[in-house]
Nanobody
Framework: QVQLVESGGGSVQAGGSLLLSCVAS????????MAWFRQAPGTEREFVAA????????AYADSVKGRFTIARDDPKNTMYLHMNSLRPEDTALYYC?????????????????WGQGTQVTVDS
C-alpha cells in the first residue's frame, strides 16, 4: 500500500500563486506515476497534471497549461504542483493520486492510491 498526504492548499486572490505538495509513504519502492486531480462541488473529479517516476515527461489539462507546473523529487517521495495566475474557476479540492503503471492516464479510474485532498479557494 501507498499512503499519500497533500498539503499547501489555502485561500488566495485571483492572479496569485500556491504550491501544493504530496508526500508518499509506505511501499515507495514502487516506481509510481503520480498525478493531481481536482473536484469542485457538484462536478466530477478532473485531471490536472501527471508525471511518471523519473520524469521528465508530463501531461497537463488544457485549462491549466502554462499556469501550473508539476514537479517531483523522487528521492524524497514528494510531488509538487506550482500554481500561478490562479483563477476563481481553479477553486476545488485538489487530490494527489498514484499508480504503479508507467503510463500517464487522465482518467481517475487508472489510479490506485489517493490522498484526502487539500482545498484551494481563489477569490475574485
Amino acid at each position: 500500500q501507498v499512503q499519500l498526504v497533500e498539503s499547501g492548499g489555502g485561500s488566495v486572490q485571483a492572479g496569485g500563486s500556491l504550491l501544493l505538495s504530496c508526500v508518499a509513504s509506505g511501499r515507495t519502492s514502487i516506481r509510481l506515476t503520480m498525478a493531481w486531480f481536482r473536484q469542485a462541488p457538484g462536478t466530477e473529479r478532473e485531471f490536472v497534471a501527471a508525471q511518471p517516476w523519473g520524469g521528465p515527461s508530463h501531461a497537463y489539462a488544457d485549462s491549466v497549461k502554462g499556469r501550473f507546473t508539476i514537479a517531483r523529487d523522487d528521492p524524497k517521495n514528494t510531488m509538487y504542483l506550482h500554481m500561478n495566475s490562479l483563477r476563481p474557476e481553479d477553486t476545488a479540492l485538489y487530490y494527489c493520486a498514484a499508480t504503479p503503471s508507467t503510463q500517464i492516464s487522465r482518467h481517475n479510474t487508472a489510479y490506485d492510491f489517493w490522498g484526502q485532498g487539500t482545498q484551494v479557494t481563489v477569490d475574485s
